[in-house]
């Protein structure tokens, strides 16, 4: 059996889930304002986007997933054709680490800690962002070169997808954290950042994975999926 897709279709598969998903998710946040519970009809808190190991969480690790796989089928094709692959490689396996911290929460367990260490508050109180902020700095400085080598149309989208996907993880987290040091993390408006968050991640990675199969189809042809069956 043989699949074929394009990358308008993988990105309109993958919207259409974000799309449900907070759909869901907003009838389970309507129903704890409203009635100071976290379920609708009883289950509907599994598809709250600020809890953690739910179906959000694991479709987002899993679209992590996927992008860190498909890093992964490009370094080896560059890898087998004798170009550079080392930055596609690095990629791949950050990408596979924030799949892990999506199911683990590593980020989460740093706040803590660096709170304490640094007395932070206001914007920074989920102070997890102030590694993570230093490490993403790092990493454009150091791949800035990688994305000027890009062809122009992929490297628009790498730094839109990584945009959106940056406004969500650290820009809504810090709004959302100078919220819920203010006011709790019971309130609309810290309700209103945290779903901006996850959304805008959701979508960051969807357009990721769009731009790397577009990356994949423009340099190295269609992309198939090929399923062969063992006949005895």
């Keep these: 059996m043989k699949v074929e897709f394009t990358p308008k279709q993988v990105l309109k598969f993958l919207l259409c889930i974000i799309t449900f998903l907070f759909f869901i998710h907003s009838l389970s946040l309507i129903s704890r304002l409203l009635s100071d519970h976290g379920t609708l009809f009883g289950e509907l808190n599994i598809f709250n986007v600020d809890a953690e190991k739910n179906i959000p969480t694991f479709y987002s690790a899993i679209a992590l997933l996927i992008a860190s796989t498909l890093l992964f089928f490009i370094t080896a094709t560059h890898k087998k054709m004798n170009d550079p692959y080392i930055s596609w490689a690095i990629l791949a396996i950050l990408f596979l680490f924030l799949s892990i911290d999506e199911i683990s929460s590593i980020h989460e367990s740093l706040t803590l800690p660096t709170r304490n260490l640094f007395d932070t508050s206001g914007l920074l109180y989920f102070a997890w962002v102030i590694p993570y902020g230093i490490a993403l700095i790092?990493?454009?400085?150091?791949?800035l070169k990688f994305l000027l080598s890009l062809p122009k149309h992929i490297m628009i989208l790498f730094i839109t997808s990584g945009i959106i996907f940056i406004m969500g993880a650290i820009g809504f987290e810090l709004l959302g954290g100078r919220e819920a040091e203010l006011n709790g993390k019971q309130g609309l408006l810290y309700a209103i950042f945290y779903t901006c968050e996850?959304?805008?991640?959701?979508i960051g990675i969807a357009l990721f994975i769009y731009t790397l199969l577009t990356y994949i189809v423009t340099q190295f042809g269609s992309l198939k999926i090929i399923a062969s069956e063992l006949i005895d």
């Design 198 to 202: 996850e959304f805008f991640e959701m």
């Design 138 to 143: 790092i990493f454009v400085c150091a791949y």
